[in-house]
């Protein structure tokens, strides 16, 4: 058995896109920063920051492109994807891409925002069999993983 699920808090750092597949599901896309601060050895503060580019489907992008900006903390649940190619310079590029099962809207303290009731629903993942993607119940916020 195998498991690739990938949970992360950060800060969205573009405004969403949206699009639509050929057979009509909406994707939306955005990228997400998250950030690391520590203290090396020496005493010296450093900050790491990892990109991602979350994708959301269905009802779930539809949301995003509706309430996602630049700027606000997100907690986005998915499965990790490497996407990799060469440049027109000949180097090899990579992009973590995070294909989001369910994004939820954080406020600014980090706080799980019930301020709008479409922002916890969960869209099931999308298949090839179905043109359809059904929203899930929302869970409660204590059983949330953080």
């Given at each position: 058995m195998s498991m690739n699920k990938i949970l992360v808090i950060g800060n969205v750092g573009?405004?969403?896109?949206?699009?639509?597949?050929p057979n009509g599901t909406a994707v939306t896309s955005f990228s997400l920063a998250?950030?690391?601060?520590?203290?090396?050895?020496s005493g010296e503060r450093r900050e790491e920051t990892e990109w991602f580019t979350v994708n959301a489907w269905g009802r779930e992008?539809?949301?995003?492109?509706?309430?996602?900006?630049?700027?606000?903390?997100?907690?986005a649940e998915g499965r990790l994807k490497t996407d990799t190619?060469?440049?027109?310079?000949?180097?090899n590029r990579f992009r973590l891409q995070i294909n989001a099962d369910r994004?939820?809207?954080?406020?600014?303290?980090?706080?799980?925002?019930q301020a709008k009731p479409e922002e916890n629903a969960q869209p099931?993942?999308?298949?090839?069999?179905?043109?359809?993607?059904?929203?899930?119940?929302?869970?409660?916020?204590?059983?949330?993983?953080?």
């Open positions: 573009s405004d969403p896109e949206m699009r639509y597949t998250t950030n690391r601060v520590y203290t090396t050895a992008a539809e949301n995003s492109n509706q309430y996602v900006t630049k700027g606000m903390k997100i907690y190619w060469t440049g027109n310079d000949g180097q994004i939820l809207f954080l406020d600014r303290s980090g706080e799980f925002s099931s993942e999308p298949n090839n069999q179905s043109d359809t993607n059904e929203a899930a119940p929302p869970e409660d916020v204590e059983d949330l993983p953080w």
